[in-house]
Nanobody
């Protein structure tokens, strides 16, 4: 079992920045990759960014050049630095962990990000 706890969401003006954090606990040795997804009202959940155990990263086209995913000194922590935020970034952001073996992904409880003036 893996538990994920997100923090760092909030209200920010367009053009502003936020940093989301996700701390994993439990069977963290089984984690292969972690990432961030988001879900806006009335829309499907979508990938934002991922990072794997080799520190390879992947980004949605809509956030490339504005968002950066990284891992902390404690490899079970992952961050999402979000710059140049736009209203379309408004969503609930979920932390995700993919584990080795035939097991389902793990998800955090989500943190709200609202970009508005």
């Amino acid at each position: 079992q893996v538990q994920l706890v997100e923090s760092g969401g909030g209200l920010v003006q367009p053009g502003g920045s936020l940093r989301l954090s996700c701390a994993a606990s439990g069977s963290i040795f089984s984690i292969y990759a972690m990432g961030w997804y988001r879900q806006a009202p009335g829309k499907q959940r979508e990938l934002v960014a991922t990072i794997n155990s080799g520190d390879s990263t992947n980004y949605a086209d809509s956030v490339k050049g504005r968002f950066t995913i990284s891992r902390g000194d404690v490899k079970s922590t992952v961050y999402l630095q979000m710059n140049s935020l736009i209203p379309e970034d408004t969503a609930v952001y979920y932390c995700n962990a993919v584990v080795n073996g035939p097991f389902p992904d793990y998800w955090g409880q989500g943190t709200q990000v609202t970009v508005s003036s």
